[in-house]
């Protein structure tokens, strides 16, 4: 597991998590953010209004309405990423990387306006008689390039097929695998049930609803979206007015961190700005997917006769998902204080590295060093050799890092025992075929983190059962929206036979995940984001003449059918 989470690291450090890949997603959301004169601050208005059905026209062609579209798209987004996500942005970032997050979810909100608007407006009716659309088929039909020989060459078509192709992966990186690995962790935490028993229960009723389609999701969806919504505003406002005392320290440390970077505190080892920033706009990415190119593939099933009104609904996915969602999650985790405290847990062996030496983060100098190696400055040099242990204390002159942090009172177990004997230990990467079990305090990440946040308010420990529901109903709702991702790009490239295989593959992926480990989970995540996003990204900014069009011709209509209404600065003549 070690050997292949190293392999997907080194891919992912040259796509997803490489600083080319945040300037191309921001770059291109700022592009139409200015080329369209800021249309996440001026038509939000005309968003809330065209979701109640103001702009719907009789005899409007698709499979859901445009709440149900919403509400589908968003159960894809908000899952993990607003609970585990933005817990594993801190985590690896700081309090800065909220900031980014934030960011990129308001730049978001003009891209995924214009990735929805263009992908509605070239879908199409399957074989099955559902509507299907998405990023391939604009590129299909818009993007070829004619050569000045006259000669076409095929490049929409070759795009069409690497973007579907890889929003089947990330059907099972983004909405499958962390999904319900999320899942099972939390309620394991919290109820001890053994993560393959969760598993096995949810791919069950993970098979029942993806049967129907897109109408029994819709259907779903739109009823389970504002429920966990719910459920978990009032969790976390909870904590948030418990810790009233922290809430502008809080506020003042995202903001003050941001040309910084945020400095060593409690078992936290500190975190670039370089790193607080790539890490806040791939966590934002992940939590409200805006460029990425999924959510068009649900709002093409929308009811809708213009494809602008679509994407002005779909506008409205960021700034619900990540600027409310994310940040009341980001205030529960800094005014807790919990993203700074060690606790007790058991060591995944992929996040666990032994260095060579004793070293304390109590002395300045000593952290300062463990701050470097953690983040990539300057590693200090790693253990290679036997590692001897009795009664489950290992008795060399070694220090263990565990999730970016120096763990402490670490012992070893095997078959629930105190261990004693020794374990191979190369390169600071331990012997995982070994059978022994680390246990001890460092700083924990993800849905565990934001349990442990939760239960700082007046609901005690009963706020870990607000996150183990809030999460379930979260991320079992994006799985389910994730599946019906894959399977329309699996009707583009193979046809809708093939959908009951995808399904099959997609539900045995799904229960597996509940039991691997967490780490290599997000690794592979954060690669199939990107290999969906780079070739969306370079479509939709190739169209932009077009999508202006678009824009003028909708707010044209607009002005016809609703003479008495004022539009927008701007679109007004």
Request: with cysteine; net charge positive; hydrophobic share 45%.
């Amino acid at each position: 597991m070690q050997q292949i989470n190293e392999i997907l690291k080194v891919i992912d450090s040259y796509i997803g998590s490489s600083e080319w890949f945040v300037y191309l997603l921001l770059g291109v959301g700022l592009f139409f953010t200015l080329y369209l004169g800021f249309p996440q601050l001026r038509y939000l208005r005309y968003a809330i209004q065209i979701v109640k059905g103001k702009f719907d026209r009789e005899g409007d062609i698709g499979d859901t309405s445009h709440f149900q579209a919403l509400a589908t798209a968003l159960s894809g987004t908000v899952g993990t990423g607003n609970i585990a996500g933005v817990a594993y942005a801190v985590y690896l970032g700081g309090p800065a990387a909220l900031f980014w997050m934030l960011v990129t979810a308001l730049i978001g909100m003009t891209t995924k306006f214009v990735e929805v608007t263009l992908s509605h407006k070239y879908r199409e009716i399957a074989s099955d008689g559902m509507v299907s659309g998405g990023p391939m088929y604009f590129m299909k039909k818009r993007l070829d390039i004619k050569m000045p020989s006259g000669k076409v060459l095929k490049t929409g078509k070759i795009m069409a097929i690497i973007f579907a192709a890889a929003t089947v992966f990330s059907s099972f990186g983004t909405g499958s695998l962390p999904q319900i690995n999320s899942i099972s962790n939390s309620i394991s935490a919290t109820f001890g049930i053994p993560h393959i028993i969760t598993g096995l229960v949810l791919a069950i009723l993970l098979a029942f609803v993806i049967i129907g389609g897109i109408k029994r999701i819709a259907s779903i969806t739109s009823k389970l979206v504002p429920t966990m919504a719910i459920i978990y505003f009032i969790g976390a406002i909870a904590v948030i007015m418990y810790n009233y005392e922290n809430i502008l320290p809080s506020l003042k440390s995202v903001f003050a961190d941001v040309f910084t970077g945020s400095a060593a505190t409690g078992g936290f080892l500190g975190a670039t700005i370089i790193f607080a920033f790539k890490r806040g706009v791939n966590r934002g990415l992940f939590s409200n997917e805006a460029g990425q190119g999924s959510a068009p593939i649900a709002h093409s099933a929308a009811r809708a006769h213009e494809p602008v009104s679509e994407g002005l609904v779909a506008l409205l996915e960021p700034f619900i998902d990540t600027i409310i969602i994310c940040t009341l999650t980001g205030l529960v985790l800094l005014s807790s204080g919990v993203w700074t405290e060690k606790h007790m847990n058991n060591f995944q062996y992929a996040e666990l590295s032994v260095i060579e030496g004793l070293y304390s983060d109590t002395d300045p100098a000593e952290r300062e060093m463990l701050g470097n190696h953690v983040n990539g400055i300057q590693n200090l040099p790693l253990y290679t050799g036997v590692l001897n242990v009795v009664d489950g204390q290992v008795t060399d002159k070694v220090s263990f890092i565990h999730s970016r942090s120096l763990a402490e009172k670490v012992k070893l177990y095997k078959k629930q025992q105190l261990y004693s004997g020794s374990i191979k230990v190369n390169n600071g990467i331990v012997d995982s075929e070994s059978g022994v079990i680390f246990k001890g305090k460092s700083l924990l990440h993800s849905a565990p983190l934001t349990t442990i946040a939760f239960t700082r308010s007046w609901f005690g420990n009963f706020g870990k059962y607000i996150v183990s529901i809030g999460l379930l109903l979260f991320a079992f709702s994006t799985a389910i929206s994730w599946s019906y991702y894959g399977s329309r790009a699996i009707v583009y490239l193979f046809g809708v036979n093939a959908v009951k295989y995808y399904r099959i593959v997609y539900v045995l992926g799904f229960f597996i995940a509940s039991f691997t480990d967490t780490e290599i989970i997000w690794t592979l995540s954060g690669i199939t984001i990107a290999l969906m996003t780079i070739p969306n990204l370079i479509g939709i900014f190739a169209l932009h003449k077009e999508m202006r069009l678009e824009v003028k011709k909708f707010w044209g209509e607009y002005a016809k059918r609703f003479p008495n209404d004022r539009l927008p600065f701007f679109e007004r003549k």
